[in-house]
């Protein structure tokens, strides 16, 4: 966890003190993710200065970096945001997951469990508690709220882009999310900081960990998109290997819906031969799981070898059992997912699972941010992701 200084591809050059003290506050959301992105920032900061390379002053250093904060809800259900100390000049980072279903409160007697809703009102109220005395108040939402309803048709809300504008109204700065469904919609708040950061070098990581006899060529591996939302994804980090990519699109049923979706009537795949190759399949979310294992399924049918999905929120929303089916089946060999939303501990004791922990990474872009630096290279891992192949290709671990 220590700082390393001779990495400078992922630490920008942190000589000078930032201008906003830095603070963390997780909400009821994030408290787990939130101690770890704490606990490297703590370790980092106290290394710098040990190795001379900054002075400790203005709280540079301190224990911890977390601000206490709580949205307590009356027995009617509605709740008020505190924050327990002052936020002036501090530079305000606040971590939401807006899909943590584990969390409930009492309303009329009975447990009601929150809601993308709930969560997305106890930040706004953080925010407005602070009552825009912090410095710079920034927002880190890896799931972006509504962000599956971006581009409304006909007399369709437009949800995301509203909650996007009332953070802008609330005064805040800047905004980071990861793996946005459709990055278009920053477009409704064009002169504001928006980013959207994708976790492939994460993903590549654990990948290789998995399968240390990996090869990397396109004779024995190949990245391929579950749908055409995700192509841009898939191209990308095949590129950025030098291997092959390809992708199923779905033909719909545009005069049905159910469950408020098209049925699919056929998956066709575009791209070169599978046979005898591993497959990574790469995408934003997984839901209910039935594209992600049909789409192994069909991979299987053409003889694809090992299969490696890679998705950056595991939702689940139709529970385990069909990917302990699918794996029972030799459908896929892993499955890995962030911690960037709740994880229920079922799914982390399954064989098949393994979690991508993205704490060191938001600890980084929040660090970065906190110095002004830039972001850029966080953004497009290209030269990250070379090393750690030229690592694995040397035999050396990553």
């Known amino acids: 966890m220590a700082f390393d200084a001779n990495k400078p591809q992922l630490r920008p050059a942190f000589d000078t003190i930032p201008e906003g003290r830095l603070a963390i506050i997780p909400m009821s959301s994030t408290r787990e993710i939130g101690k770890k992105v704490n606990n490297f920032l703590v370790e980092w900061r106290k290394e710098r200065v040990v190795q001379g390379i900054i002075s400790p002053s203005n709280g540079y250093v301190r224990d911890s970096f977390l601000l206490e904060a709580s949205t307590p809800r009356f027995g009617s259900g509605e709740a008020k945001g505190t924050i327990k100390e002052s936020v002036r000049g501090y530079d305000i980072y606040l971590l939401v997951d807006v899909l943590n279903y584990s969390l409930t409160y009492r309303i009329g007697g009975y447990e009601n469990v929150m809601s993308p809703d709930d969560h997305f009102q106890d930040l706004k109220r953080i925010i407005s508690a602070c009552g825009r005395k912090a410095h710079r108040i920034n927002v880190i939402m890896p799931y972006l709220y509504e962000g599956r309803q971006i581009l409304p048709g006909g007399r369709e809300s437009a949800d995301c882009a509203s909650a996007l504008q009332e953070l802008i109204d609330l005064g805040v700065e800047n905004i980071i999310t990861f793996d946005a469904h459709d990055s278009r919609v920053q477009n409704a708040i064009p002169f504001e900081n928006f980013e959207t950061v994708s976790p492939s070098y994460q993903f590549l990581k654990n990948v290789l960990r998995c399968a240390p006899d990996l090869e990397l060529d396109s004779d024995h591996m190949m990245i391929i998109s579950p749908d055409e939302g995700g192509m841009s994804r898939a191209i990308y980090m095949a590129n950025v290997l030098g291997i092959d990519m390809g992708m199923f699109y779905k033909r719909r049923d545009y005069t049905t819906l159910v469950s408020g979706r098209n049925p699919v009537l056929a998956h066709e795949f575009l791209g070169s031969e599978v046979s005898g190759k591993d497959i990574i399949i790469l995408d934003d979310m997984i839901s209910s799981g039935d594209k992600v294992i049909e789409t192994c399924k069909l991979l299987k049918k053409k003889k694809a070898k090992r299969i490696f999905i890679c998705a950056t929120f ?85």
């Open 314 to 398: 595991g939702v689940m929303t139709g529970g385990l059992v069909p990917f302990d089916n699918a794996y029972k089946h030799g459908w896929f060999d892993k499955l890995i997912t962030t911690n960037l939303i709740y994880q229920p501990e079922e799914l982390l004791t399954r064989e098949y699972y393994k979690s991508c922990d993205m704490s060191k990474f938001l600890a980084l872009i929040i660090d970065t941010l906190n110095h002004d630096c830039s972001i850029s290279s966080l953004l497009d891992p290209v030269d990250r992701i070379h090393k750690v192949m030229a690592k694995y290709r040397d035999g050396q671990p990553v």
